[in-house]
Every structure is written in C-alpha cells, then in structure tokens.
C-alpha cells in the first residue's frame, strides 16, 4: 500500500506504533519496524539523553529499517531536559520524531535542519492547523476513543478525521481505536493516510511489558475504560482498575477544589510497577476503548501482516462487491 505517509518515512506499511510510557523500549519499536510498519521508542521513558542515546543504539541493533523517537512536551514547571533529547536524536540518525503534548514550534528548526521528519499528535483540527502551520511533516489525528490524553473537546474519530482533511493540508494519519484492517480502510476512506495504533500493539509478543497487561487487554471490554483528571484539564483515558476507581471518588468528593498533590499516589511513579512488575492496580495506566477489539496477543509481523491482508480483502472482495452492483 503506497500513501503520502508511507513515502514521507520510508515504510512498507502505513502502520504507525505510538510512543508509549514504559513500553515504548527498543525491543517493540524494532519489532513494528521489522514488520514494516514505523515503531517509536518513547522518549522521556529513558531518564537521561545518555540513556536514550543508548536505547537508540540497541533499536538500531535490532533492525535497519526506519523507526522514531516519541518527544512528548508535557505541561510541567521543571521540564525534562528536552535540549538533551533533541541532541540524542540528531546525534543517533533518528529521521522521524512523534512530538506530542505542548507546541513542538521551538524545536523544529533543529530538526529540520538535521534532516528529521516531525509528526505532531493533535486532538483537534485546530491544533492540528497550528502544526501544519509551524512546518510539521505530517499529524496524528487523535481522537476521543484514544488510549491517553484525548484532551478536553470530545470528539470522536468519525467526525475528527473527516474534519481534519477537510482541511489539512499536510498527510494525517488516525489515531485512537484502531485495531485491525477494518480500521485501517476506514481511516483512508475519512481521509487518514495511514493509522498510528497504541494499545493494540501492547498487546503483542514483542511488546517488553508484563504478561499481566497483556492479559487484561484480552480481558477487556469497550466497556472498561474510564477517562480521569478532567478536573484537571488533564483528561486522560485509562483501564479501570482500583487506582482509577479511588481517584473518580477522590474527584467526587473534593470536586473542583481538586489538586494535583490529592491523586499523587494513583498517578506519580505508577508505570514501572504495571508495565514492569504486572502489579495491576498500582495506579492508573492508559488503555483505548479498542480494547473491546483486542483477543489475542500476536507477534508484531503476525498483528501487521494480518492488518494488510485483511485490508486488502475489504477493498478488493466487500467494497468492490458492493460497487459492481
Ligand atoms: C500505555 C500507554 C502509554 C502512552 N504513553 C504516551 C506517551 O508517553 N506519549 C504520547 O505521546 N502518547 C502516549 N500514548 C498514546 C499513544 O501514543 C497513542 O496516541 C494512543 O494509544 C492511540 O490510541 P489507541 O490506544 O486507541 O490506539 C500512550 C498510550 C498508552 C496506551
């Protein structure tokens, strides 16, 4: 399948893996990319550009196609030392990076000019708007159903994406909810050129997270996501578990006095113990409500190799079906 995307990084299959928090590590990110598809090392899960660097260096070890790094910008006083990142990235000949979070304008010079291709995940049309108007390559269109920060306007993918290319410019691809072949031909028929997916591909063999995740992926039904820290305007989109289900009272009874400090044990330092350890109600951790579309646990190549054939038969067998009436 050729579309902008696949050309704009160099990749077989228009099959993105979003940048993830412990479990974006070397290991799926080779993976994703050794099936064709774009894997992202998730940047900030390294503490130090040093470590990151070194995460690079393993990636390239495992595979020599392209993959990218996650930069996620997040709202916080004592920032990470995102000059550091930057430099990990130019310095390893990373040529694809997935900003998300805060306005990634500052940092896109550096990147350019180091030959770096910037794709921006965006909840809205707006936003989406602002970066391709700072100079990003391409956009993550990331909607309501997602796995994460859905941020705060709502809207679901089968509005989102038409209304993103009704006015995009620049090549999207869709995020949030997507699964399997069915929702890689949707995306391209409301106008994504390709699909980026993040909890799906925590389930597979090559995700480095403990088989308790996975298990609750499987487990799982659409059901079964709660969205938490509106309160906050830091909406986020987690499985439901004890932590979720104590920091919802916590909103409940403290209302819109809540703070920060009140959810500190749900949230602060939680993904090392989940992804790690399996301890699965230490915290609350991201998931999509495509859980509900999660049944098994493939390796990365058996997940994409299906993702296209299955697209390939929607086109040529069900959707030509109905047009040769
Ligand atoms: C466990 C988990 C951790 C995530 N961590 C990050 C992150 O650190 N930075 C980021 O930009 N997106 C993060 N995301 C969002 C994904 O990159 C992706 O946009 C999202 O999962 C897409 O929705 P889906 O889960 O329905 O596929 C995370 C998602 C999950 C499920």
Redesign the pocket.
Known sequence: MKTRITELFGIEHPII????????FAELAAAVSNAGGLG?I?G??QRTPELLANEIRRCREMTDKPFGV???FLPVLSAPDYPGYVKAIVDGGVKIV????NNPQKWLPGLHEAGVKVIH?CTSVRHSLKAEAIGCDAV?V??F?????PGEDDIPNFILLPRAAEELKIPFVA?????DGRSLVAALALGAEGM???????ATKEAPIHDNVKQALVAATELDTRLVMRPLRNTE?VLRNAATDALLEKERTLGAAIKFEDIIEQVAGV?PKI?KDGAMDAGV???????GLIRDVPSCKELIDRIMAEADAIIHKRLAGFAAG
């Open positions: 893996q979003g940048g993830m928090h412990f479990v974006g992202i998730t900030l899960t996650n930069l996620t997935e900003t998300a979070g995940k993550s990331d909607g159903e997602c796995g994460g920060h995020s949030g909810g997507m699964a980026n997916m993040g909890t799906r591909f925590m989109r993904y992804m951790w991201s998931c999509g409500m495509v859980a």
